[in-house]
DNA sequence: CATGGTTTTTGACCTATATCAAACGTATTT
DNA sequence: AAATACGTTTGATATAGGTCAAAAACCATG
């Protein structure tokens, strides 16, 4: 694990609206987050643009870009950050001296698909309600794993991008944000978020 | 490469309706289609199903199972086919020892994790011909890959399950399949599809 | 701390796609 | 070959979410 460290030794930080990597540049590295908040994007040829991700600290970013050498997405900073950037053909070469390593990027890649296909399912089986609620758990979830509350934070992302992500209009996640608090499920003042009834949040994303 | 070929030495066949795996059972080995045509879902415990791809010979399925070591979605045979198991602990170990082996596998995974993008990208931001442009072309560049008629070619699936796939209903699909013929885009009866003018079904998904 | 620009909210109206329903084709079974 | 089940097409109607617009809230900057 000593080598791995000197393989991540690499660190830079990122000023919010700062691009960490463009769609279409050579691809070398990988990142890990330290700190901070990013989202990849897609953007059509007409300027159509598809918010694919929000990533926080501890997760790795770049692997789309494995498969061509070059990156197919946008990754830019929603707040100020710092990444370590991770050499890929040195985490190759590594990953092959330790099997445990190797199983380790095996499964982020894995959970990377994982993701996507529970995006899939969002995108293309759930309704406005369902699919910010779905969203709103992750975002709790994932808070939460990181030691922070589940159920108040802040987003560091635009009405906007929130409806890129999940198919929706701003106006739409603008109102849904307001049905939800109406109905006592969350608090919301613009950018800050309070769930309030986790567990009633929970069954309109799974409503059995 | 002989090693490989070790490797993959399992074989199956499966009839049309069988199921390759489950979503649930343990995972231990990825799957290289020979012949036929695969598809994969999840479903939502409420009975909605949400289609995640269409797999045909050459491709690797099962992916998604290694990060949790259980499978996350159904596989099943939409023709009888054939698949070779490639038992992912030894696909592991061997691809320790051959780098370009390593490498493949990275690529193969990276090349899922873009083409869940490119789906995000459909259902999050396309309008139903869009959808359905994107999809029969994808098909098409596939089928010409493997030394089929791009512009000539049978679905193996039906008008739900390509609805399921595309976040639209079996009615809106069948209605845009009209549409495209109406418009000369193409020739459909049933599940026979000749593309008689790619160049303008191209410009209907990118219209710049 | 005033100013200009962005983001968010809300309202009124519209449209693409969903829903419901019926008829028709095509496969499979007996 | 008839019977049955399944998949597809098409029409009429409904609706979730999109579009357009204006006001309000927020925030960065000089």
Do not use: W
């Amino acid at each position: 694990m000593l080598q791995l460290d000197a393989l991540t030794s690499l660190k830079r930080t990122f000023r919010r609206g700062e691009y960490l990597y463009r769609c279409g540049e050579h691809f070398q590295s990988l990142f890990a987050i330290r700190t901070g908040f990013f989202k990849t994007q897609v953007l059509h040829e007409d300027g159509r643009e598809q918010v694919t991700g929000f990533q926080m600290p501890g997760e790795i970013i770049g692997l789309d870009a494995i498969c061509t050498d070059v990156h197919t997405c946008d990754a830019v900073a929603l707040e100020d950050s710092e990444i370590c950037e991770i050499p890929f053909d040195r985490l190759e070469t590594l990953s092959r001296e330790l099997p445990s390593l190797q199983r380790h990027l095996h499964k982020i890649m894995s959970r990377e698909i994982v993701r996507d296909q529970g995006i899939m399912m969002l995108l293309g089986s759930m309704r406005a309600e369902e699919r910010l609620a779905a969203f709103l758990l992750n975002l709790s979830q994932r808070f939460s794993a990181r030691g922070y509350s589940p159920t108040s934070f802040y987003l560091r992302m635009t009405r906007q991008e929130i409806g890129s992500y999940l198919g929706l209009k701003l106006e739409t996640v603008s109102r849904t944000f307001s049905h939800f608090q109406e109905h006592g499920l969350l608090n919301v003042r613009v950018r800050e978020v309070e769930i309030m009834d986790l567990i009633r949040l929970r069954s309109f994303v799974s409503h059995t």
